[in-house]
């Protein structure tokens, strides 16, 4: 370089020319490795390589421009931006001890509910599994990549000079700007895998001139892959709003009619506080005044005379005075107009600064008394069920839920739907419903934006699964192999019966925990057909334990198909409500409130004697059916948030039936005619298998006799 023209040496150090020239021939020799019938020996030649440095001299010192890992070391430019990066170097010794490492730190993020910020670089560099070393061509960093993207690495689809499309990346360990030659060796960029991509061979390193982040398949994002920069989706299901409250850091859904009644019983508790407080100190600081004012009364009441009562023109002193008078009402006549004034004055002024003084002595009492009452952290929360819409993957059948966070007026109306959206910048997680066979669900941040996306080729109506009315008689017609959309569905029915039970009472008392309320509501039409839905946490965990009621035709949507109830075997169907289902009278929709309609018009007349007959034909199903009870459905109650309601959910159906045929038998008999019809209205235990057992080899032997020694 030093007898190259135009080149000043002085601008150039020999860690600069040490650096470039690495990546020149690593780039000259990768061209030759890729096309040897056409570059073979014609790259990676001393007059190539000096040209190059030259080149880079020109644009780096000559016009100062700048590669995008550069900006991003000396702090003039970020490191989220959407940029393509090649992998230059692995260091495959401590691969698996870095995938050990990240699997460490998940399961402890599980684990720890106090963990706020998922993404932050508060991680030290000795623990940080960084075995990626990435280039955009002129200088390199340290990466640190995710479980799934060190997946990858491991099974071969990354390897050394493999191009990423990453965004929404993170550089740790860089307090100052610095020269990239110069930078710690703590600094590392923190990559995620649902924001990453592998790039065509031919792509340009450095910032992209597509500044907005690249849209990604919904199959193709993991719970632990961090941020997803973009999903283009379509509204199917808009879910009521909820509220989750964080007490105790244990977070807690509640629908709105649930929030409300709770909201209201926790200003009543604390309206009843701010009274008992109110009363104590002003009976303390009234019984204080009381003593001054006596005290000063008494003293003013020695000293003064009739003459100079006459002649006072302060009301505190009149006061004082008419406080201990033996007849104040004599002697507050025989004052003059100005006295009277006086004293009027002084007593507004004096209830004044009393008001004042007991409003600030409340508050100070509330204020150190805060730790019992503290403001509910309750936020607002809208759930969407959304399906992929890119073009390759329209027919999929993948959907996942998204959770809005505190979602605004104008969202609300915004995220209806049958619309489809460009959402961005969204946090991926594992997902709560086990039992809707999916392992992601995503969730908004403060960066999240929207861009509603007009449907011009029609996918809208090919992805799109209108609501209907599932009528209880089309749900007896089904098989077991019956699954509706999303596992979801929407009917109407007249409540029969409502049954209510606590799971493991005796197991539950011994571990000093409270029983698991289970509510069965049954709900049949005008043909007879029956539906059990299935309420864990009771009808009050959803807010409606006052509006359920016998007789009353409901309509319910969002129910949750309990998969294999509908089997051969006489059983009534299930199906379970959990916090994102609708029950009302008065249904807002027009396709529910036509269903309504219409099975209020065909209930017969006397609908006492058909409630009657139908809440019998339940009491002999859960008596009878011994596959109700002991059977049980794996996928049901895995997804129940609670662990126990799996544990005891056998025990609670085996409650109801007792209940049931206790409540049958009559009062008047005594003990053990009643412990005798209970005992003959248990059904049998059903049969026992039988246990293969099968010989062995040594068994099967014929009989050796002994040999005579």
């Excluded at 560099?125 to 997946?151: C, H, K, Q």
């Excluded at 009521?240 to 649930?258: S, Y």
Aim: aromatic share 6%; charged share 25%.
């Amino acid at each position: 370089m030093s007898t190259t023209s135009g080149v000043d040496t002085k601008l150039i150090s020999d860690e600069w020319i040490c650096n470039h020239y690495r990546w020149i021939v690593w780039k000259l020799a990768a061209m030759e490795v890729a096309f040897p019938s056409r570059l073979a020996g014609r790259c990676l030649t001393p007059e190539c390589v000096a040209s190059q440095l030259k080149y880079r001299y020109d644009r780096e010192v000559d016009r100062n421009e700048r590669s995008c890992l550069k900006k991003i070391f000396e702090r003039d430019d970020v490191a989220s931006r959407l940029m393509i990066l090649c992998v230059a170097g692995i260091d495959s010794d401590m691969l698996d001890g870095a995938l050990r490492i990240v699997k460490t730190r998940l399961g402890n993020k599980a684990r720890n509910s106090t963990d706020k910020d998922s993404n932050s670089c508060s991680a030290t560099t000795e623990m940080s599994p960084v075995v990626i070393v990435l280039t955009d061509g002129w200088y390199s960093i340290r990466a640190e990549f995710d479980e799934p993207l060190l997946n990858l690495v491991k099974c071969g689809k990354i390897g050394i000079g493999t191009k990423l499309c990453i965004y929404g990346a993170q550089v740790c360990g860089l307090t100052d700007a610095c020269p990239p030659l110069e930078a710690p060796a703590a600094v590392f960029l923190r990559v995620r895998a649902n924001s990453s991509r592998r790039a065509v061979w031919y792509a340009r390193l450095g910032y992209q001139s597509q500044k907005r982040p690249f849209p990604v398949p919904l199959s193709s994002i993991y719970p632990s892959g961090g941020l997803v920069g973009c999903i283009d989706v379509l509204i199917q299901r808009q879910y009521p709003l909820q509220w989750m409250e964080r007490t105790d850091g244990i977070c807690v859904f509640r629908t709105t009619r649930a929030e409300e009644k709770v909201a209201r019983k926790h200003d009543e508790l604390r309206q009843k506080h701010l009274e008992a407080v109110y009363e104590r100190l002003e009976k303390d600081m009234e019984n204080d005044w009381k003593q001054d004012d006596s005290s000063s009364a008494v003293k003013e009441l020695q000293a003064l005379s009739s003459e100079t009562i006459a002649s006072m023109d302060s009301g505190e002193d009149i006061d004082n005075v008419l406080m201990r008078a033996p007849d104040p009402r004599s002697l507050e006549a025989a004052l003059s107009v100005c006295q009277r004034k006086a004293l009027e004055y002084y007593r507004q002024q004096n209830a004044e600064w009393r008001h004042s003084r007991l409003h600030t002595a409340v508050e100070k009492a509330l204020k150190d008394d805060c730790s019992n009452w503290k403001d509910r952290a309750v936020v607002a929360l809208l759930r969407l069920r959304v399906s992929c819409c890119l073009s390759c993957h329209e027919h999929a059948a993948n959907n996942v839920l998204l959770s809005v966070w505190r979602p605004s007026e104008d969202l609300l109306e915004l995220l209806v739907e049958n619309k489809r959206f460009r959402i961005f910048n969204l946090n991926a997680s594992p997902s709560r419903y086990s039992a809707c066979n999916e392992m992601v669900q995503l969730s908004t941040s403060r960066a999240t934006c929207y861009q509603e996306v007009e449907d011009t080729s029609g996918i809208n109506d090919k992805l799109f699964s209108a609501r209907t009315v599932l009528s209880l008689s089309d749900l007896a017609s089904h098989g077991s192999l019956f699954l509706p959309p999303f596992r979801e569905f929407d009917t109407v029915g007249v409540v029969i019966s409502i049954r209510n039970a606590s799971a493991g009472q005796q197991q539950h008392r011994q571990s000093n925990k409270s029983p698991v309320v289970l509510n069965t509501v049954y709900l049949a039409d005008e043909e007879q057909h029956l539906l059990a839905v299935k309420f864990w946490g009771g009808l009050s965990h959803l807010g409606i334990d006052r509006m359920l009621h016998q007789k009353a035709v409901i309509a319910v949507a969002n129910l949750r198909w309990h998969e294999g109830s509908n089997s051969s075997g006489g059983g009534i169907p299930c199906a379970v409500a959990n916090e994102l289902t609708v029950i009302s009278l008065c249904p807002k929709e027009r396709y529910l409130q036509i269903a309504v309609e219409e099975l209020q018009s065909r209930l017969p007349a006397s609908l006492d004697e058909f409630v009657c007959a139908l809440d019998t034909k339940i009491s002999q199903s859960s008596l009878h059916d011994p596959r109700k009870r002991f059977v049980r459905n794996t996928n049901f109650y895995d997804e129940m948030d609670d662990p126990e309601i799996e544990q005891w959910a056998v025990t609670a159906d085996l409650q109801v039936s007792l209940q049931t045929a206790n409540a049958t038998i009559s009062g008047s008999q005594g003990s053990r005619q009643r412990d005798a019809s209970l005992l003959q209205r248990l059904p049998s235990p059903p049969p026992l298998a039988q246990l293969p057992v099968l010989p062995s080899s040594a068994v099967r032997r014929e009989f050796e006799k002994p040999k005579l020694s």
